[in-house]
């Protein structure tokens, strides 16, 4: 099932998480939800605060991305041993990151249009449970472990906007004011706060 994507404004987006609690069908079918969502918004990563629920979940797809770039472009963003990722992260931490950071642009699906650049690590080292509750601790490079970052965030209601300074911050407010009250044209359903 799509479910709407809550725009910049909702008080989710801000909320703190609680982790998952239980492996049942409930939560195997919200994931399921997640992907058809996602992919329906032509994304790459989502997380459970962006359809409104305060848990710590989310899923990223860096293969799409990696599989449409030209062999040339990939070591750009790609470390080499990684191909692109699609992956499930519950109760996710992470643990580690890298001093090398590089900066490149990032959209998000709950501010449709605003795209920024952001300064991240280049590794990570997190630990989540997969989809399956299996638990996991990988390490992730590039491209890969800036979804992953940015999804994280989410999670800790932080957005990629927290990171601008001061003066773009003046900058992006009009913009930011406009989707918070459904101003902006999306190509997937949207939930915005009534405040
Ligand atoms: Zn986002």
Redesign the pocket.
Known sequence: MILPIFAYGCSTLRQPCTDVQTNDSIVASLIDDMWETMYHANGC?L?AP?IGRNINLFIVDSRGTYEGLEADQRQDFFDENDKGLVETFVNANIVWRSGRVWTDDEG????PGLVLPVTRSWSIKIEYSDQHFVKKSRFFDGLTARMIQ??FD?TRGI??TDYLNSLRKKLVKSKLKRVSKGLVKSAYPMHFSKR
């Open positions: 990563g997380a962006q998000c699906l709950s501010i940015h999804e989410h957005l990629h």
